[in-house]
RNA sequence: GGGCGCUUAGCUCAGCUGGAAGAGCAUCUCGUUUACACCGAGAGGGUCGGGAGUUCGAACCUCUCAGCGCCCACCA
C-alpha cells in the first residue's frame, strides 16, 4: 500500500543505498553492448555541491540513465580535482587560525595537513551527488592526486617536454603577490576601476632644461624604466629618438626609442619603458635589447633596486610623487578609468614578474586540437561554442605550467651540479640518467614547483580510466561519448583536455560537448556567497525532494540559455510528483496490478487503444528530444504526458468504466492502466529517478529493476479509435466551456443534442456513457433539423454542433453576446482565408498540403458562421 | 577595441529545418464527484523591441536602429 501522501524524504536516500549497494551503477563489463561513457567534471575535493552542480549533474545523470535503459554499456566515470590553488588557501586559512603559516610548519608536514584536511572534507561533495541522485560507478572513484593519476601526469610530462613541447623560460609572467606563485593568463580576472593618470617629465640628458613628458598610471615602476619610447610618425616628438634621459631620483641615464608602441594620440605620446613589468613593455624590450630591470620582491614590495625598498607598491607610489613633485617634475594628476588585474582566487593585484617558469607549447598542441573540432570528431552542443573555442585556439600563448605552491604535483625535475636537467618519471629514472651524464654520481635536486592543477584535469578522460595501462576500460570506453560541462570552463578545460588527448591519445577526448549555461537568482543575477544570493542546493531537495529539483533543471535547460532559479517552479515540480503519486494511488485502488495477464495489443476499448497511442507518442518525443539534448523538451514531453493526458484525461475516462459493472472492460483497465503507469514509470525514470523507483517497487512485484529496465518501444494501435477520443475530448470540452459561459449550475444536468455526420453520430452512440458522465449531462442524442427549437444554446465540436435547451435558465443577453463575439472571430479568420485563397501565387507556389489545409480550415468556418448565425437568429426574440 | 548572445502574455521562459502564437506561475469565475486542494473545470491576457527588405507566407532569413547581457584583449 502506497502512503497516502507522496513524501520523498522517506525514501529517496534508501533508494540510492540500495542502487549503490547491489552495484547497479557498474557497468557489465561482459556483455558486447554498445558502449556510453561520461567522465565527471571532478569538483573540487573540498567543496560543496551548488547549484551549477546540481544542474550539471542532473543532465549527466539524465543522459546515463537514458543510455543505460537503451541497453547500452554504460559508464559514469566519477572524482574530485585537488584544486591545487583553491584548497591550499583553505588549508592556509585553517592554519592561520592557529597563528601559522605554511612556512611555519614546513613543507612535508603542510601537505600532510592538506591530505587531513582531504580526508576530513574531501567526502561532502560526493555525499550530496549522492544525494542528488547521480549514478555515477563509484567504485572507481578517482582523484587527481591518487597514485595512478599522479603516474598519468609524470609520464605525459616526460613525454612532452622530451618532445620540446614542455620548456623552462625566463619570462614575464601573471604573479600573485599573496600566494607567491605564477598563475595563468586564465586565472586573471580584469576589473574596471577609477585610477589616476599621472604627468611628470624626465630632463634630456643634453639639455636639463628640456624634458620629455611621460604619462603613467603606475608612477612607482619608473625605478625599473630602461627607456622611454615615441613613435617614428610622430612629428612633435621622433626628433629626441636616438637621445638620453635621465631617470630623476635615481639618475639614472636611459635611452628614447622609437617604437610603434607609442600611440601618439594616447597620453602624451611618450611613453616609460618598464620591461620587467608591463607585457607591452617587455616586447619593447626585447625589440630594442633593453636591459630588464626587477624593482620587486616576490610579495611586490620594492625591493633594493629602488630607493624605497620594502614598501608597497602603493606606500612607494606617494614617496615617488612626493619626490617628482620636489624635484619640479610633477605636472598634473588625473582620473583615469581602467582595468586593473587581480587574481582570481586571492583577490590581490596581480604583477607581471619575470621569473624562471615552465611552459607548455600550446599553440603547438593547439593545431590538432582544433583541426580535430572542425573535422567533427568532436562537436560542441550547441555548436555556437566551436567559435568561442576556434577563437581561444586561435589566439592561444604558450601555458604557464609551474605554481609555486605545496600542494599539487611536484614537476618531474631534477637539476645536477651545474643546473643541467633531468626530466624522467622517477627520482631513480633521474639518478641513472645524470649518472651516464656526467660519469659518476652526483646529488640531484628537485624542482620545487608543482603543476597547475589544470594539467592533471587536462588528462581526466583517459587518466581516469586506466591510462597508461591499457586497461579494458580504457578500451571499452574511449573516447568518452560527451562532456557536459558549463561554458566558463572551455578555456580552462575543454580546450586542455582537447589538447593533452590529441597529444597523447591521438584521439579526441570525447565525441561530443554539451555546454550549458550558469544558473542564476530569481531575478537573473549571478548567485555569488559576498552578494548573499546562493541558494543551497541540499536545502531545495530537502524541502522538495531531488526529484522536484532535478526535473526543474531539466525543464530550465534550453540550448545557450543560463537559468534562473525559481522556488515557484521547484514547487511546481514538487507537486507534479505529488499528482504522479496520487495517480499510482488510483491505479492501487482500482486493483489495476492485480488484473490478470493481458496482451497489451489486445486492448479492444477505444480509450484504452488511445491512451496506448499516446503514449506511444510521449516516449518518442521523449527519446527524439533527449538524442538531441533537448533537455526541456523531453523534460515537458512526459510532464504533460502524466498530468495532461494520463491524469487529466484517461483517469478520468477509466471511471465510468471502474465504477460500472462490466467485468472484462473493468479487468482490460485494470491491465492498460497499469501498463500506461509503467511506461511512465520508464520514461520519467531519468528525470525522477526516485519516485519512479519506489512506485515501481511497490505497486506489484517485479521481475526486474527499474533501472536497467529496457527503454519502450511502440505498440501498434489502430489510428481510427484514438481520432474517436480525440474527438470525444473536443466534445466534453465544449459542453463544459458552454456551461461556464452561460453560467449554468454546476449541479444542473443538462441534455444535450447533436447534429453532424455519420461518424460523429457513430461516436456519440458509442461513447455516450463516457461523454455523458465527464460532460455531466443526462441525455446526449442526436437531433434533425426540424427538431430544433428556440430555446436551445448551441456550440459546436469541429464539424459538430451540440445544442442545449434551456427552459428559462438561460440569460439570452448574454447568449447572443457570446454567439456575436465567436461570429466577429469567424468573420476575422474568414478574411484571413480568403486573403491567402484569392492570392495566385500562394495557390500556385505554396505546397498542396498547406492550400488544402487553408480551404479545409476555410469551408469549416464557412459552415460554423452559418450555425452561429443560425443560432442568432433563433434566440433574436427573447 | 575584437567576438558572441538576448529582447515573445503581468512574471520566468519554450517555440528544432519559415506554413493558423505556447507552457509554468500569477490573475478572474465556478467547483456535483474519496486518486490528488501540492486538486478539478472554465476564462481573460501577446501588431513576438522599432523600422526596412526577401518570400505566396516571417517570432523564425537579410539589413538597420534601440536597449540589455556575456566572453576575450587593453595598467601610458
Redesign the pocket.
Known sequence: MLEK??NPKDFEENIYAKWENNGDFIPDMREDKEAFAIVIPPPNVTGVLHMGHALDNTLQDILIRYNRMLGKKVLWQPGTDHAGIATQMVVERNLAQEGLTRHDLGREKFIDRVWEWKKYSGGTICKQLRRLGASCDWSRERFTMDEGLSHAVRKIFVSLYKDGLIYKAKKLVNWDPKLETAVS??EVV?KETV?K?YYYKYPLEDNPNEFIHI????PETMFGDTAVAVSKENPRLAHLIGKNCILPIVNRVIPIVGDE???PE??????KITPAH???DFEVGKRHNLPMINILNPDATLNENTPFAGMTTQEARVKTIEKLTELGLMEKIED?P????YGDRSGV????YMTDQWFVDAPKLAVEARRAVKDGEMQFIPA?YE??YF??MN?IQPWCISRQLWWGHQMPIWYGPDKHIFCEETEEQAQIEADKYYGHRVELVRETDVLDTWFSSGLWAFSTLGWPDNDKYLQTFYPTSVLVTAF?II?FWVARMMMMSMYMMKKVPFKKCYIHGLVRDEQ?RKMSKSKGNTVDPMETIEKYGADALRFFMAS?E????DI?L?D??IQ?Y??FA??LW??A??CE?NKCYEAENFNISDAKLEINKWIIAKANEATQAVSESLNSY?F??SA?AVYQFV?GTF??WY??LT?PIFYGDNAADIEETRAVAAWVLDRILVILHPFMPFITTELWNNLTKRSHKLINMTWPTDIKVDAQDTQEIDWAIDFI?AV??LR??MNLP??AKLHAYVKGNVQDLQTIARQNKLICTLA?LEELAPLADKEVSKDMVQTVCREATILIPLKGVVDFAAERERLNKELETLNK?LEGYARKLN?E??VA???AK?VE?EKR?QSEALENKAKVEEALARIANF
Not at 594616447?266 to 611613453?271: P, Q, R, S
Open positions: 501522501n507522496y593568463d586564465l580584469q585610477g593618470m604619462a603613467t598610471t603606475r608602441h607609442a600611440d594616447k597620453g602624451t605620446g611618450a611613453v608591463d607585457f607591452n583615469h581602467m582595468v586593473i588585474p593585484v596581480i604583477e607581471p555556437v567559435k568561442t577563437e581561444w589566439n566558463d578555456f537573473g530550465s534550453t540550448q545557450g540559455r534562473n525559481s515557484s517552479r511546481g514538487r507537486n505529488t499528482k496520487n495517480a494511488r488510483f485502488m533537448r526541456s523538451e515537458n498530468w491524469c487529466d483517469i478520468e471511471k470540452s463544459r466551456s461556464a459561459a454546476a449541479g455531466r479568420n492570392n501565387s500562394f507556389k505554396a505546397p498547406v489545409e480550415r
